[in-house]
């Protein structure tokens, strides 16, 4: 197996794993929040998986629209090109990243962990 294909048969199955965590965690956070947390046009979002025979883009090109918590964020994300990943900053001093995402839309959720709140948030891209 090439090298290419080594890292791409490593990131399918990373972003695999993601998407199974994000719904896990998804739904455990969407039942202890509120119904007016969030507008009801974003409760559904299509998450894509990055095709295998997609081609490395030059630059990252993406848009989210953000909601942010005492103790938490919430990114609804479209990735055009390139990758993306979010990270929370914590009042216990830590910083916690999501996995990296690719082409497609995604739903993100960081909760600090409990009796510590977020004191900072933001994304990093690469292309």
Not at 71 to 77: G, I, L, Q, S
Not at 95 to 100: E, G, I, K, L, Q
Request: charged share 10%; glycine share 8%; with cysteine.
């Amino acid at each position: 197996m090439s090298t290419t294909s080594a890292k791409r048969s490593m990131l399918d199955q990373g972003l695999k794993a993601l998407v199974v965590a994000l719904a896990l965690f998804g739904a455990t956070f969407g039942i202890a929040q509120s119904a007016s947390a969030a507008p009801a046009r974003h409760t559904a979002v299509a998450i894509q998986a990055v095709a295998a025979d997609t081609a490395p883009s030059i630059a990252t090109s993406w848009s989210c629209t953000n909601y942010f918590y005492t103790n938490a964020v919430e990114r609804y994300c479209n990735v055009y090109s390139g990758y993306i990943r979010s990270y929370i900053t914590c009042s216990n001093g830590y910083r916690y990243y999501s996995a990296w995402v690719g082409q497609g839309s995604w739903r993100i959720v960081q909760v600090c962990p409990s009796g510590s709140s977020r004191v900072g948030s933001g994304i990093q891209s690469t292309g």
